[in-house]
T-cell receptor, first 118, second 109 residues
Framework: DTEVTQTPKHLVMGMTNKKSLKCEQHMGHRAMYWYKQKAKKPPELMFVYSYEKLSINESVPSRFSPECPNSSLLNLHLHALQPEDSALYLC?????????????????FGEGSWLTVV | LAKTTQPISMDSYEGQEVNITCSHNNIATNDYITWYQQFPSQGPRFIIQGYKTKVTNEVASLFIPADRKSSTLSLPRVSLSDTAVYYCLAYQAGTALIFGKGTTLSVSS
């Protein structure tokens, strides 16, 4: 099973709302990632968690707050977003952040959560 | 992080072999080359990964010359369902995947 599950698939929220995106994997992976993808653009890295600790924050605005409660779950808390934050948010996971090594540390992506900020 | 360059778009017909070349002139010794496929409104899907020479799986082949400054993804006998964006990435262990612009492949009947 190489599945990364993201919920909800679609989310519409107002600029004053607080909502969360959730991501779950049961592959024993210890690295998890959040990416943001705008239409017709490549995915952009937002955050990386390694062994439940935040290891990379790509200068993401504080209105996006990641959380990794355990090794299987990754959340992205959203607050006071802007319309330009509307995008596809992708979660991914891998065995560890040592991707590309001889162990073939493939990164697996979920199907994404479509976020619309109104 | 190695920067990759690939064609913005390619067109093909069903049944043809498609070769997408990726340039990575600044690839580092520890970099691996990996390719992902992405359909509209879906997450990227891993296709193939290699370090040098040739790698083949049930979906594609990856050719990497000895100097490793480029690589070629080969898709045999494409079908309409292979229409997608294909990303070439060169990266080091310990870092995350950083996507470039990708190649939009359009397959027609």
């Amino acid at each position: 099973d190489t599945e990364v599950t993201q919920t909800p698939k679609h989310l519409v929220m107002g600029m004053t709302n607080k909502k969360s995106l959730k991501c779950e994997q049961h592959m024993g992976h210890r690295a998890m990632y959040w990416y943001k993808q705008k239409a017709k653009k490549p995915p952009e890295l937002m955050f990386v968690y390694s062994y439940e600790k935040l290891s990379i924050n790509e200068s993401v605005p504080s209105r996006f707050s990641p959380e990794c409660p355990n090794s299987s779950l990754l959340n992205l808390h959203l607050h006071a977003l802007q319309p330009e934050d509307s995008a596809l948010y992708l979660c991914a996971s891998s065995l560890s952040t040592r991707t590309g090594g001889p162990s073939g540390n493939t990164i697996y992506f979920g199907e994404g959560s479509w976020l619309t900020v109104v | 992080l190695a920067k990759t360059t690939q064609p913005i778009s390619m067109d093909s017909y069903e049944g043809q072999e498609v070769n997408i070349t990726c340039s990575h002139n600044n690839i580092a010794t520890n970099d691996y080359i990996t390719w992902y496929q992405q359909f509209p409104s879906q997450g990227p899907r891993f296709i193939i990964q290699g370090y040098k020479t040739k790698v083949t799986n049930e979906v594609a082949s990856l050719f990497i010359p000895a100097d490793r400054k480029s690589s070629t993804l080969s898709l045999p006998r494409v079908s309409l369902s292979d229409t997608a964006v294909y990303y070439c990435l060169a990266y080091q262990a310990g870092t995350a995947l950083i996507f470039g612009k990708g190649t939009t492949l359009s397959v027609s009947s």
